[in-house]
């Protein structure tokens, strides 16, 4: 499976900005998908992932602000992100891989910065 994001920028605290991954390639073999980021100076944390469409989990520190979804028909996964704090700042990446925790495929990855 091969993974692009979008959707990255800049916005100031309280924002919102939305990530798009397009998949391409044999997305059948991937049932979970998710979104991990990576700040400056610190590990990649996850922050959401999803099963098959139908079970969402979330990091506690996005828990109420992120929500993450998918559209099939457009092989899309997305990450709507609210009420943006500083320390959201990081780099974003999604992930592919089946079951959820193996993660076989990796986007490139998109730049968030919250001011």
């Known amino acids: 499976v091969q993974l692009v994001e979008s959707g990255g920028g800049s916005v100031q605290a309280g924002g919102s900005l939305r990530l798009s991954c397009v998949a391409s390639g044999d997305i059948y073999s991937s049932d979970c998908m998710g979104w991990f980021r990576q700040a400056p100076g610190k590990e990649r944390e996850g922050v959401a992932t999803i099963l098959r469409e139908i079970d969402t989990r979330y990091a506690d520190s996005v828990k109420g602000r992120f929500t993450i979804s998918k559209d099939n028909a457009k092989n899309t996964l997305y990450l709507q992100m609210n009420s943006l704090k500083p320390e959201d700042t990081a780099i974003y990446y999604c992930?592919?891989?089946?079951?959820?925790?193996?993660?076989?495929?990796w986007g490139p990855g998109t730049q968030v910065t919250v001011s």
């Open positions: 992930a592919a891989g089946r079951p959820c925790g193996t993660w076989s495929s």
